[in-house]
């Protein structure tokens, strides 16, 4: 290689490298589109709310007690005292009913109440139970 031809490739050469660098700061300086986010699943969006007799079960005041409950059952409880089983529950007394009963939570007047033996649950007002205690007073 002659000096002439060395100084040539010499000068040539930064030039040559700045082209490769421009070439290259041209890409980086446009870096490729952020990939986008993904959608959430279909499968959660549709995701089955809470079936409706759940919500209104849960949603207002306490359930009723259903006579047919093994508790009910055991204690005869009836909706209406007038039902209640006399020859079996010897107990019964006429006019004796949950809203006069020691263990009745409701309020005078009130249609229903809570009862500390059918607890999260309610009692009508008028039913009767062979536990019943009247009340004092
Ligand atoms: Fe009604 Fe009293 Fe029986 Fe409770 S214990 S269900 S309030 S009669």
């Keep these: 290689m002659t000096t002439t031809t060395r100084r040539r490739f010499i000068e040539m050469f930064p030039i040559a490298g700045a082209g490769l660098l421009v070439a290259c700061s041209d890409k980086a300086a446009t870096p ?81 109440g809570p009862c500390p033996l059918f607890a999260g649950r309610q009692v009508s007002a008028k039913g009767w139970c062979s536990a019943y205690a009247k009340k004092a007073g």
């Design 32 to 112: 490729p589109p952020a990939p986008m986010p993904a959608a959430e699943p279909p499968s959660i969006a549709a995701a089955p709310a809470e079936p409706a007799a759940t919500q209104v079960a849960t949603g207002g005041a306490m359930p009723m007690v259903e006579e047919t409950d093994p508790t009910a059952v055991s204690l005869g409880y009836v909706a209406d005292a007038s039902r209640a089983d006399k020859s079996k529950f010897k107990t019964y007394a006429a006019g004796s009913a949950c809203n006069n009963c020691a263990l009745f939570g409701g309020k005078p007047g009130d249609v229903n």
